[in-house]
C-alpha cells in the first residue's frame, strides 16, 4: 500500500494524466509527470514533471526512483524503455504490448473466447487483395499500432479500391465492417488482490472515428449483451494479471458483442463517472495501483449524457453553464484544432429526478 504522501509516476502529459492526478490529490497523493512534450496539461496540475524522451535511459531512472508506483496515461508509449521500470510499473507492460499490436489484440481475445470482427493480417497489396477477397467488402484497413481517434484507419468500399490502394509501409490488419444496433464500452478496474469491479455500461456514438457521446441508460440492444462482453473483459484482466482500470469496446450486434479493441487505461466513455458514479474511474485507478480497497462503482445519475467538446467548439464551452445540470470540463490545452479533443461535458438528472 502506498501511503498518503507518496509519489505516483505518470507515463505521458495528456487529460488523462490531468484527471488522474487531480484524483490523486485529492488522496493525498503527489503525482510526477513524464512525457516528451513540454506543453503537457497533466503537468500543470501535478507536484513534478519531467520532459525528456521515451527513450532516455536516464531521466527514466531518475524518474522511476522518485516514484513509489508508475503508470501511464495512453497506450503507445514505448514498451522496450519501460523493462526498468517493471517493479512499480501498474499495470503491467504486457498489457501495452498487447493493446499496441491490432493484429495481436485481436488474436488474444480469440484465444480467450472472444469474437472480434473477421480480419487478416496485411503486409503487402497482394495480402490486401486476398484479404478482401476472403473477408469481403466493404471494410476497414487499419494500422496494426499507433492509431486511435480515427487515424491510420481507411475505408474500403469495394474489392477494387484496395488494388488501386497505396499502403502505408507500416504492417496493417483489414477488419470486416460489423452489423451492429449500438456501441458500448464495459470499464473495469481490478485490485491487486485481483478483485474486479464494474461500471455501467453507456452506449457510445462516434462522429468521424471520435467519441461524441456516451449515454446511460443504454439502448435496450446493450443490455443482454454485457454480461457475456463482462466476462471476456475479466477474462483479460486476468490473464494480464492487470491492475487497475481496463476499457473493452464492443459491438452490439444480433450475434451477440463483437469485441473491437481494448485501452490499458482509464477511458473517454467513461468520463461520465466523475459525476455520475459513486467513486470515478480516476479514483479507481489510483486506488488499485496504490494498493487501497475499491470503491463503489454504482451509477449515481438516474440519466447521464457526456459529450466531447472537439476543436473550436471549446471557444464557446462556457455557455454550457447555463444549464445547471452540465459539468463542465476543460483540459487546458491551447490550440483548439479540428478533431482534437478540447474538453467534454456530463449533464445528469440526479437519482429520483427521472419520471
Sequence with gaps: MIAPGGTIGILGGGQLGRMLAVAAAQLGYRCHIYAPDRDSVAAEVAAEFTCAAWTDSVALGQFAAACDVITFEFENVPVAPLAPLEAKLLPHARALETA?????????????????????????????????????????????????????????????????????????????????????????VRGQDGEVRFWDSAENVHTGGILATSSLPACAAIGHQVAPARELAANIADALGYVGVLTCEFFATNEGPVFNEMAPRVHNSGHWSIEGAATSQFENHIRAICGLPLGSTETTAAVLVMENIIGPAALTAQDLLADENAHLHLYGKREAREGRKMGHVTRIAAAGAAG
Excluded: H, N
Design 100 to 188: 499496441q499490436d491490432r493484429l495481436k489484440e485481436k488474436r488474444f481475445c480469440e484465444g480467450l473466447g472472444g469474437k472480434p470482427a473477421p480480419y487478416a493480417a496485411v503486409d503487402s497489396t497482394e495480402d490486401l487483395l486476398r484479404a478482401v477477397e476472403l473477408i469481403g467488402a466493404p471494410g476497414i484497413l487499419k494500422t496494426r499500432a499507433d492509431g486511435y481517434d480515427g487515424k491510420g484507419q481507411w475505408r474500403i468500399d469495394m474489392a477494387r479500391d484496395a488494388a488501386g490502394m497505396r499502403l502505408p509501409g507500416t504492417a496493417c490488419v483489414f477488419e470486416g465492417l460489423v452489423r451492429f444496433a449500438a456501441e458500448f464500452s464495459v470499464i473495469l
